[in-house]
């Protein structure tokens, strides 16, 4: 009897001896599964942490494509600026050729009209001091006035004076004198003019 109690003890304290084992083992187990469990939690907070810096990332390289594309976009209207600045200097220069232009034209007509008037001028106060000088009879003061002009001159100077006087010679200007216009030409020799 005491054998068969002393097995049973020793049964009993085997299966003690190994419910003590299977609940270290359970026990261990279940460390493992926390510690399984804690380091799948820092690998997940990890792993938020990289796409956080991925995504942090991608944000930045599209933000800094977005600057690149607002810097581009800033180049060419900076150069539409500049090309319609450079449009507006040459539509200014261009104005201000066309003006010059213009006020050299409207110089050189005036001039030319006044040459023009001043040769009608010239023209009809010849043809009046020749109709004048055709006139007869002379009043006294004018004949005296006439005697006193032609007197001193010899007899082919008074001649050549009357002559011209009378419109019947024109005298032409001389091509040796540094004032002559060939321009005026014309005026002496109308039939030779050369058509412009």
């Not at 581009?72 to 507006?88: G, P, S, V, W």
């Not at 009378?166 to 020799?189: Q, T």
Request: charged share 40%; with cysteine; proline share 4%.
């Amino acid at each position: 009897a005491a054998k068969i109690a002393e097995a049973r003890a020793v049964a009993t304290r085997r299966k003690l001896l190994e419910e003590r084992i299977e609940m270290k083992r359970k026990n261990i187990a279940k460390a493992e599964e926390v510690r399984a469990v804690a380091t799948r939690m820092e690998l997940l907070k990890v792993r938020i942490a990289l796409d956080a810096k991925a995504a942090r990332k991608a944000a930045e390289l599209k933000a800094v494509a977005v600057r690149e594309k607002l810097l581009a976009f800033r180049i060419i209207l900076d150069k539409k600026e500049a090309n319609r600045a450079a449009m507006k200097a040459i539509e200014r220069n261009a104005v201000a050729v066309r003006t010059k232009l213009l006020e050299n034209r409207l110089e050189k007509q005036a001039r030319a009209y006044a040459i023009f008037v001043a040769k009608k001028e010239k023209k009809e106060a010849r043809i009046r001091a020749i109709a004048e000088a055709r006139t007869q009879p002379k009043s006294p003061e004018v004949e005296a006035a006439l005697a006193a002009r032609y007197g001193p001159m010899s007899e082919e100077e008074r001649n050549f004076a009357i002559l011209v006087d009378l419109g019947m010679v024109e005298v032409s200007a001389d091509p040796e004198n540094p004032e002559y216009n060939p321009d005026e030409d014309d005026d002496f020799c109308p039939e030779y003019g050369i058509a412009s």
